[in-house]
């Protein structure tokens, strides 16, 4: 799905040159416009986006119909809804960094200092959990997809179809039958394409195709087409709700779930790259760098978290102590595969975006 637009990117000189020195975008950002540089190479994703908008809108909308012989009925948070979620995300953490630590050198002062950066991690993700505490939410819940992504988006050729209604496998049946807020689902279509651009970005880098000066400007793309789709898909959805839209919660309440359960199925992809010996070298990077953007997004939530550019090379070069080498610097001007003999060793390929 993604190839051709990388390909156009790495292939067209300038291209997205100008967004260097701009901020990067966010996927969550809705008052975000797309960047004009990429408008002629968007156009396609943002309107199938803006359809998936519409179609998980129309799910939602029949799901919070009032129907209670069913158990269907929408009904409100109450504080102990609250602290369940919050028990879920701390439970995921627990579960995830004890994984994370595996990954440490042997014993050395950089190794100490990477204990002392999980242990930091930490507590930032306590904080960001606690948020959903601080206040009662006005959103309701209601029975959700509870597997909602791209694999479960059919397409029609002009329109998509939503698809395999089972639940995520890893749950209980009981846990799929839990009500929770609609963002969760939308949370989880945002999850879907940070998926699918990482999943193109690492075949893009196994490909041995793109010259290194060539990466920076493929990473900026990968981060804007994920923004502009994402808000594309979130913008659509909360117009086409409309009269459902207050059951949705005030604006404030609105980013601030969508925050919290991003930042649950980033922490739970982590745990599954970790946890999977098979999972490409890249992959726990990512997400793991996934993970510490989506932290960002709480940081004007916590009193006194201030991050500066120490902060994030530091934790680039504890990414990097345990990434697989990546890339190679070909010796010739021009980026050509590395010469096979025999057969050249390549990193198994990431699963296909949709």
Known sequence: MLGRYFETIRSTPGALESLASKSRPTALSLAMAPPQELEPLLGHYLE???????HT?????????????????????????QRSIYQTLRKTATRVLPLLRRLQRQPSPASAADAKRISSLEGRLLQAFQTILRKPLASVRIRCHGDLGLPHFLS?????????????????????????????????????????VNAALLAEESSGEVAPDRWPILEL?????????????????????????????????????????LLEKVLEDLGSALGARSAPGQAIPKDLGDLLEVLELFRPLSPGAVSDSAEVAEWTAFIQSFSAPARSTPSAPLPVPPPAAGAAPTAPPPPQAP
């Not at 799910?59 to 809804?81: N, R, V, W």
Request: hydrophobic content about 40%; aromatic content about 10%.
């Open 48 to 54: 199938s986006a803006r359809i998936m908008g519409e």
């Open 57 to 81: 809108a129309a799910l939602h909308k029949a799901l919070m119909e009032p129907d209670a012989e069913s158990g269907f009925s929408p009904e409100p948070f109450a504080p102990s809804d």
């Open 156 to 196: 029609t050729g002009s329109d998509f179809v939503i698809a395999d209604w089972s639940g995520p496998p890893s749950r209980s049946f009981v846990e799929r039958r839990i009500k929770r807020s609609p963002l969760w689902d939308a949370a989880a279509m945002v999850n879907s394409f940070r998926r699918a």
């Open 221 to 261: 793309g990968a981060s804007a087409w994920y923004a502009s789709v994402s808000v594309s898909f979130l913008r659509s959805y909360v117009k086409a709700l409309a009269a459902g839209r207050e059951r949705l919660g005030p604006p404030d309440e609105v980013e601030q779930l969508l925050r919290i359960h």
